[in-house]
């Protein structure tokens, strides 16, 4: 899900790793605020890809999002990119390659979630995953706290409508979470063998043509379509390259620390967006849910002093 990371797209590289040299005239834009704007246009591109499931199966969006991904950080990375099987061993491409079919199905299990229960539920379930990760590198007593609130908001969520939810969905966006802690691990894995940003555009690469034959079999010639490629292709921009940019420049100028702790508030976000752009009104008590894995993560994240982190690509 956002250049898909800590609580946040750890969301979702631009969030860890070495970063390329500085491409956007931001530096006069508070890097709190670029945080914000990051997760406003992650979740707003997850929004307008909901609406194109009526158009088109998830499968071919989440391709669509990815491919332009891929076309984007490969532009970027294509000097590299020429070099990548002549200077690498094979040990580095093959994490680079799990790097990247992590990418692929954190995605598509996000959309096939999104398809079947509320954004700012599917969101706040898959932000189970880099929690995970944050309580597992601490290993601090206290954190056990952490563990207690962010169940009890899913518990909550789970009891929270006025019908249950479907549990497919559910299940969808755990896979989701379990394939976000994965791609934080190989994130960093990635990173201490690529330079740059070769690594995250070789493994969109990867994941990209992993899930471009599910894509294809599943729309068929509607991706084809000039208007629902135009669609598609905003809703790549929208979710991977503009947060992407976005919380590159912002990691520049800010503790690692205190940009997983801004990110915790991606649930919230993602349930406005579901409100305003897709009519999913919340209950009370889904939204005391959110908060409670909102607050988890944020703790998690404070309690570390090096935090994993990770783009939602």
């Not at 990051?38 to 609406?51: D, N, T, Y």
């Amino acid at each position: 899900m956002a250049l898909a990371d800590v609580p946040g797209e750890a969301s979702r590289v631009g969030r860890s790793g070495r970063l390329p040299p500085r491409t956007l005239s931001l530096g006069s834009v508070p890097p709190p605020a670029l945080i914000l704007l990051g997760i406003i246009s992650l979740q707003v591109g997850a929004g307008f890809a909901k609406h194109l499931f009526d158009r088109l199966p998830p499968n071919a969006v989440v391709t669509m999002r990815l491919l332009t991904s891929a076309i984007v950080l490969g532009f970027l990375a294509r000097k590299a990119l020429r070099t990548v099987l002549r200077d690498h061993s094979r040990s580095s491409l093959a994490i680079a390659a799990c790097f990247g079919l992590a990418l692929a199905l954190m995605n598509f299990s996000i959309y096939q979630s999104f398809a079947r229960i509320p954004l700012g539920v599917a969101v706040t379930i898959e932000f189970l995953g880099p929690l995970a990760v944050s309580i597992v590198a601490s290993r601090r007593p206290r954190d056990a706290l952490w563990v207690v609130l962010a169940g009890a908001g899913v518990v909550l969520l789970a009891r929270g409508g006025s019908g249950a939810l479907d549990p497919a969905g559910v299940a969808f966006a755990l896979l989701a979470a379990a394939c976000w802690a994965a791609y934080i691990v190989l994130t960093a894995a990635t990173g201490r063998r690529f330079s740059g940003s070769t690594g995250l555009a070789a493994a969109s690469v990867v994941g990209t043509v992993a899930i471009l034959p599910l894509g294809i079999a599943s729309a068929g010639t509607a991706l084809l379509d000039p208007r629902l490629l135009l669609i598609g292709l905003g809703v790549g921009l929208l979710s991977s390259v503009i947060p992407y940019s976005l919380e590159l420049e912002a990691l520049r100028r800010m503790p690692a620390r205190v940009f997983g702790v801004l990110m915790s508030l991606e649930p919230a976000v993602a349930a406005l967006v579901g409100m305003v752009l897709l009519g999913e009104v919340l209950t009370a008590r889904q939204w005391i849910a959110i908060c409670c894995v909102i607050v988890a993560c944020a703790g998690a994240t404070r309690s570390q002093q090096e935090p994993p982190q990770a783009p939602q690509t």
